[in-house]
């Protein structure tokens, strides 16, 4: 248990859905990330939201659509994906920027 | 950007040996972190190490960050110890707080 929980576990979605990621940290940290890990590929960072502010998104296609209510909730907000989309999609928290990341368990995405 | 290799790519081991991994940078780093991935997906944050020596346990880490390379030291392998061992860094000379991931060492241990 890191302190940081993701939901839902799984999800199988059609190309012309729309769904949410959410992820939940109890940690009191600032800062949250999203991250994508594709099958042999490397982790992905996706965005980054500190103190509720987008502070990076690293050229992520407009079918990923983020949210940060608060510092304690991070959503992703998913439209009109494609097959190659299918992944396991992580959230992270930390403190501060550049301090150590704590992960949820991830949502495993599979999108037919 | 900057690069992160990580070596071996996989190791096999008997419960009970110890092992290194390694992790090559092309930049100086402000942020190195090493990660485990069990097998269910689960990344648990092993050390926050941009310089410097720490240890936890079984788990070491050494990263000389003027050579560009940090170690993972596993002593006394269990079972349990299997999963993908992931470093991560973060460079100075980049915007933004990005951490660039290796692509990881798969660890198996055997009983």
């Known amino acids: 248990e890191t302190g940081v929980t993701q939901t839902p576990r799984h999800l199988v979605m059609g190309m012309t859905n729309k769904k949410s990621l959410k992820c939940e940290q109890h940690?009191?940290?600032?800062?949250m990330y999203w991250y994508k890990q594709s099958a042999k590929k490397p982790l992905e960072l996706m965005f980054v939201y500190s103190l509720e502010e987008r502070v990076e998104n690293n050229s992520v296609p407009s079918r990923f659509s983020p949210e940060c209510p608060n510092s304690s909730h991070l959503f992703l907000h998913l439209h009109t994906l494609q097959p190659e989309d299918s992944a396991l999609y992580l959230c992270?928290?930390?403190?501060?920027?550049?301090?150590?990341?704590?992960f949820g368990p991830g949502t495993r995405l599979l999108v037919l | 950007g900057i690069q992160v290799e990580q070596s071996p790519p996989d190791l096999i081991l008997q419960e009970g040996a110890n092992s290194t991994l390694r992790c090559n940078f092309s930049?100086?780093?402000?942020?190195l972190q090493w990660f485990h991935q069990n097998p269910w997906g689960q990344l648990i944050n092993l050390f926050y190490?941009?310089?410097g020596t720490k240890q936890n346990g079984r788990l070491s880490a050494t990263t000389v960050a003027t050579e560009r390379y940090s170690l993972l030291y596993i002593s006394s392998s269990q079972t349990t110890d299997s999963g993908v061992y992931f470093c991560a860094v973060g460079n100075p000379n980049q915007a933004g707080t990005a951490l660039i991931f290796g692509k990881g060492t798969t660890l198996s241990v055997s009983s």
């Open positions: 940690l009191g940290h600032n800062a």
């Open positions: 992270a928290s930390s403190q501060e920027e550049r301090e150590t990341q704590y």
């Open positions: 190490i941009p310089s």
């Open positions: 930049d100086s780093v402000n942020n």
